[in-house]
């Protein structure tokens, strides 16, 4: 395993809309780089899971109309995402649906949220955002609560737009 | 449908606490409605008040913004996880290209 990079980036999410979330990270490589550990499968097993677990499938038909699907196998079993491209520009940009799959999801994938993936280099380093679309607040706040304890969703609702307040 | 008026009342107490006097002219909202606002807030605990001889003071409840603050930063955890071991993957396709 290579050691950790200098100059490591910091992740930082942000909700610019009530339907948005916005990630942004820098990574000290050319963006042709970053976007092939982003588009091939071997190389997104190994990064994808983070510290939650490992991935269990990992599926990418990367041209427009292509599907993805990612499986990932945590301490609480199995989780799988999926969705279709929509635009590709390769080492700039991609445009991709993405339904988390649960027991009770809609059959359909009408009004999954839209994610558009960009890659920027500038003296080597490349800036990944990641800018979601979700459609609605409530799809967004179940996104982001996923994972944790989810509190009662008024005061959820209010604390976030307290907390986006105070970020602005 | 209220939630834009609530952001705003929150949004004017960032500065510090008001009488609902302060609030009902920065709204230009009559005060019957901005006490129902307020009372929302006082009931999810985002806006504390206190009477203050003959006005009531009301103000944000600081401890109610943890809750919003460990909501995002675990969020943000899962994928800086994602991300420094993408840090790995990247270095090791530089090595190759060398």
């Known amino acids: ?168 | 449908m209220a939630e834009p008026r609530r952001r705003q009342i929150l949004d004017a107490l960032i500065d510090g606490e008001r009488p609902v006097n302060d609030l009902v002219r920065v709204l230009g909202l009559a005060q019957p409605q901005v006490s129902k606002h307020l009372r929302v807030l006082r009931e999810v605990g985002v806006v504390e008040v206190r009477d203050d001889g003959r006005q009531r003071l009301y103000r944000l409840n600081g401890h109610a913004l943890k809750p919003i603050h460990d909501w995002v930063t675990r969020y943000e955890r899962t994928w800086s996880e994602r991300f420094d071991r993408l840090d790995a993957v990247l270095e090791e396709l530089k090595d190759e290209e060398m």
Not at chain 1, 15 to 44: C, M
């Open chain 1, 1 to 168: 395993m290579a050691s950790t990079t200098s100059g490591k980036g910091t992740a930082v999410v942000s909700l610019p809309a009530d339907d948005q979330i916005l990630i942004t990270r820098e990574f000290n490589a050319p963006k042709h780089l970053v976007y092939r550990a982003w588009t091939t499968p071997e190389l997104v097993t190994q990064f994808w899971s983070g510290q939650r677990g490992t991935m269990r499938s990992v599926e990418i038909d990367l041209r427009v109309g292509g599907r993805w699907r990612y499986v990932m196998t945590t301490g609480h079993g199995e989780i799988a995402f999926h969705g279709e491209f929509l635009e590709i520009v390769p080492n700039e940009r991609i445009v991709n649906t993405e339904v988390f799959e649960t027991p009770d999801a809609p059959v359909s994938d009408a009004g999954a949220p839209v994610t558009t993936t960009t890659f920027t280099e500038r003296d080597g380093r490349t800036t990944l955002t990641l800018l979601m679309r979700c459609g609605t607040k409530e799809l967004r706040d179940t996104i982001i609560q996923s994972g944790m304890e989810i509190g009662m969703q008024e005061q959820m609702n209010l604390l976030e737009e307290l907390a986006i307040s105070l970020m602005s």
